[in-house]
């Protein structure tokens, strides 16, 4: 029997629709509603970038394949780019007829060029000749100068000219790319804005005084557009035999991949439109015509440019939980049993603590950890190479192919190789997303020396920066049985041989989805024989057909599941006769929820684990992920607490999937429940969890 599945491209849709919807929620601070609109921006650049350009790929070499939801490849296009226009409009009607006319009333104003005085004109194009001028660099386009392969999401201008040159040539159009070095926003002074936040933005500059770089010709129209690329970096793993000198090869082609999408301001002359369309081989349903700056990312600064602390959310400052704060040693600490956190609500800096004190205590002797995403600057890299430094037997998996931080990862591979770590990439075709530490350190036992293992296990990256806007669980641990296996998997990365058991740990691409699968049946024979059964998961995505699959046929056993999905979900919740015992629903609100957890009744035992995997096939079959038990039930308690029954009685930041896949928000009863601010409140009242 085939069940229904959802539109994953659609579902992707839905779920920036919903973060949009943030930008119109009047109880969120102004300047964050404006972030919120930069958010919606840059998620659909990487959905561009990489899912529309792969369904454009699937449509050009198999046009007559189908979908996993059973739609044309075409069906799903078209329902994608009227889905696509249509947030797009949403977006730039949120900008210029609510959060603009707002910030204005607050004292923060762009300032156009034909609202400019004599003293703002003046100003301006002083700015422009000192600041813009000199690096900007003019493209007449005849036949030795054809049109140029624009860089992925670069801003430019197209230009209609009258005239002729100094060479006499007739002069029809121009192109002029604005380095990306140049600021979007600029800073007017307050005596000449007469607002006390007052800025202009690069294009406005551009399209007043862009003609002095065309001298004595007549500028008809100064078009701003952008290009998106697809952004994929093709390897070829069979024929690689040093990954990181090859993708060093391949980064340079990802800002001039295959165009996917044109954007234009949206005055732009029809045959201007059409001749960027040819250059770039896009059809019309792939150009969105804006009504605004074509690239609303770059306002993601204006917040930061703005002290105006009450339009923005309350600074949090996490807390630390009492046994990390109290302790001399981490190690002693976590010998006295594991530690749990909770981030953002509970700081980072333990984890980095950690690694800082291994690096420096002489009893430690090796330390292994896996990199997926950490940042260009990154005080945990730091101490890796601070213990590599100290003569520690430092050994780093670094992902290269984390996708647009392939660059960052490289960089940092080399300097951890030049300070004597070990620098390994893993495993050819299997992505290693799993998030592990792994200190070895020798300790007195019975008086005699002994190696002891201590891990710290993750639900997030090793990103000080995101650890303050995701939500994750990190453990730290001594039990040796999980220790054990954080070893084995290590071996596994780092060597060559057969797949080695598994205590505590579910790993792909071997033991998560069997033993997934088989928890989830358990739950269902439970139901069928009368007893409780219970499923809770939450994640970031939920697409894998089988596991969905399974899922429906526990629905149809009785078993109660409930769903937390922050973005798409390919399950159809609510189906009579399918899945009238699932409920499906997202958490959007100030921090982005990451942490995933799967909780199964297990005729009482409460089994918790939480992971760094989706369900999704990449996280299952192409990924090395390692989702970890729970054991203290202590612990158990507070995963269950913090990280589920508080999200399923959330009543303000909750949407509910309906049984078409649409999503419906919840509204406040009489009490108003709001998860991530219940949270932040619980920590900053009480620091002695553990």
């Not at 491209?9 to 779920?15: A, K, Q, R, T």
């Not at 696509?84 to 060029?113: C, T």
């Not at 190696?451 to 939500?471: D, K």
């Not at 069997?514 to 049946?521: E, F, M, Q, T, W």
Request: with cysteine; net charge negative; proline share 5%.
């Amino acid at each position: 029997m085939r069940y229904p599945l959802l539109n994953r491209e659609l579902g992707i849709l839905s779920f920036n629709e919903r973060v949009l919807a943030q930008a119109g929620d009047e109880s969120v601070p102004l300047l964050e509603r404006l972030r919120f609109i930069c958010i919606t921006s840059s998620n659909l650049d990487e959905f561009f970038e990489v899912r529309m350009a792969g369904l454009q790929e699937q449509m050009r070499d198999n046009p007559g394949a189908l979908a996993p939801d059973g739609m044309s490849l075409q069906q799903v296009y078209d329902q994608v780019v009227e889905r696509a226009q249509k947030l797009v409009h949403q977006q730039y009607s949120m900008l210029d007829d609510v959060v603009l006319p707002q910030l204005e009333l607050e004292g923060i104003a762009f300032h156009n060029a034909d609202g400019w005085n004599e003293a703002q004109t003046e100003w301006a194009h002083d700015y422009f000749l000192e600041e813009l001028l000199p690096v900007l660099t003019p493209i007449g386009l005849d036949p030795a100068h054809p049109f140029p392969r624009v860089l992925n999401k670069s801003l430019n201008f197209a230009l209609e000219l009258e005239g002729k040159d100094a060479f006499g040539r007739q002069a029809v159009m121009g192109i002029v790319q604005a380095p990306r070095a140049l600021p979007r926003l600029i800073k007017m002074p307050q005596e000449l804005s007469g607002y006390p936040f007052g800025f202009v933005l690069l294009s406005t500059f551009m399209q007043r005084f862009v003609g002095e770089l065309f001298p004595r010709l007549t500028v008809k129209s100064c078009n701003q557009f952008r290009i998106t690329r697809n952004s994929e970096l093709f390897v070829d793993e069979d024929e690689i035999t040093n990954l990181r000198i090859a993708l060093q090869g391949e980064l340079p082609a990802r800002h001039l991949g295959a165009a996917v999408r044109l954007e234009v301001s949206a005055e732009t002359p029809k045959h201007i439109v059409r001749r960027m369309m040819d250059e770039s081989g896009l059809q019309e349903q792939d150009c969105y015509r804006v009504d605004g700056p074509v690239n609303l990312v770059r306002l993601m600064q204006l917040p930061d440019l703005v002290d105006r602390s009450d339009l923005k959310f309350v600074p949090h400052a996490p807390s630390t939980p009492t046994v990390v704060a109290n302790t001399p040693s981490l190690f002693d600490a976590i010998d006295r049993g594991d530690i749990l956190l909770h981030h953002p609500y509970e700081g980072f800096q333990p984890v980095l603590d950690l690694l800082l004190e291994a690096a420096n205590d002489p009893n430690v002797v090796a330390i292994k950890q896996t990199i997926y995403r950490t940042g260009s600057v990154s005080p945990l890299m730091d101490a890796l190479m601070q213990a590599a430094r100290n003569g520690k037997e430092v050994t780093v998996v670094v992902e290269l192919l984390a996708r647009f931080d392939e660059e960052t990862n490289i960089n940092w591979a080399a300097q951890l190789e030049a300070v004597g770590a070990h620098v390994v990439y893993g495993v050819v075709g299997h992505k290693c997303h799993a998030k592990m530490i792994l200190i070895v350190r020798r300790v007195l036992q019975n008086g005699k020396p002994h190696l002891r293992r201590y891990a710290h296990l993750g639900t997030g990256n090793y990103h000080p920066r995101t650890a303050r806007l995701y939500t994750d669980f990190g453990l730290m641990t001594s039990d040796q049985k999980t220790c054990e296996d954080v070893h084995h998997v290590f071996q596994q990365l780092t060597g060559i041989g057969a797949e080695l058991p598994l205590h505590n740990l579910w790993q792909s691409p071997f033991t998560l989805h069997p033993k997934l699968i088989d928890a989830i049946r358990v739950e269902a024979a439970h139901a069928r024989a009368g007893r409780r059964a219970r499923i809770v998961a939450k994640m970031n995505a939920l697409l894998e057909p089988t596991v969905i699959y399974e899922l429906y046929e526990a629905s149809q056993a009785g078993v109660k599941i409930d769903l937390i999905i922050r973005g798409v979900c390919s399950l159809q919740p609510g189906v009579p006769g399918l899945s009238e015992n699932i409920t499906v629903r997202s958490i959007v609100g100030r921090f982005l929820e990451h942490h995933r957890i799967y909780y199964f009744y297990a005729g009482g035992q409460e089994n918790v684990y939480l992971s760094s995997a989706d369900w999704m096939d990449r996280n299952f079959f192409r990924r090395v992920e390692v989702a970890f038990q729970v054991l203290d039930r202590r612990l158990k308690r507070r995963v269950i607490a913090e990280g589920l029954s508080a999200f399923l009685g959330d009543n303000q930041a909750a949407w509910v999937m309906q049984s078409d896949g649409h999503y419906r928000r919840r509204r406040p009863g009489k009490t108003s429940r709001n998860v991530q601010l219940s949270l932040l409140s619980k920590f900053c009242s009480d620091t002695s969890m553990t």
